[in-house]
């Protein structure tokens, strides 16, 4: 089979990504009779977490997505993918905030530990091509946080390295690479997703 086509998405909090980003899969899965598969980093911490969630599975109820809930060990999703999935993974920057803080519990979080975010850095990115290996279409959600001001605090600005470095080797790979704003899209990187 041939590899299956990489499109990433970022843009600020509430810039619409996540409804163009279903929008698009559901027009092209629709053209293709494919499954719709939603990858779900996000957890029921807080009550607007909670409510943000529900409000993600109602919009997306209509058109009968598979949802999968894996804040980390993104690898694990791979058996449930299937030829001819269109496969949305929705965020970026929370797996890695999961991924950053796996084992605070027990106080060997990720952040501190030498070579472990490199570690899953090399997963991810063998998780995308295995998925991809399957899947016509993988579109990858991630919030740009980037344009902030500079943090001041070293866990802070660990992850906002480590999010640019995935951010570019992501756009690298991809097929199409959009930023949006105000629910506008901005092709950075336009190849045919089709």
């Avoid at 090399?122 to 016509?136: D, G």
């Amino acid at each position: 089979m041939v590899r299956g086509k990489l499109t990433f998405i970022s843009g600020g909090v509430r810039s619409g990504k996540s409804a163009f980003a279903e929008r698009q899969l559901v027009e092209i899965a629709e053209d293709c009779g494919g499954r719709l598969v939603y990858i779900a980093s996000g957890t029921r911490v807080d009550a607007e977490m909670k409510k943000r969630i529900e409000t993600h599975r109602r919009d997306r109820a209509e058109n009968n997505w598979l949802t999968i809930e894996k804040p980390v060990n993104l690898e694990e999703v791979v058996p449930f993918i299937r030829e001819n999935d269109f496969v949305l993974w929705d965020c970026l920057t929370t797996w890695l905030a999961n991924e950053l803080y796996t084992g605070w519990e027990t106080g060997t979080a990720c952040i501190a530990l030498p070579n472990c975010m490199e570690r899953k850095e090399t997963h991810l990115y063998n998780t995308i091509e295995a998925i991809l290996a399957k899947a016509p279409q993988l579109v990858i959600v991630s919030n740009e946080v980037l344009d902030d001001l500079p943090p001041q605090d070293a866990e802070t600005k660990t992850y906002r390295r480590w999010l640019g470095m995935i951010h570019q080797k992501l756009v690298a790979r991809a097929n199409t690479a959009i930023e949006m704003e105000y629910g506008m899209p901005m092709f950075w990187k336009k190849g045919d997703d089709r």
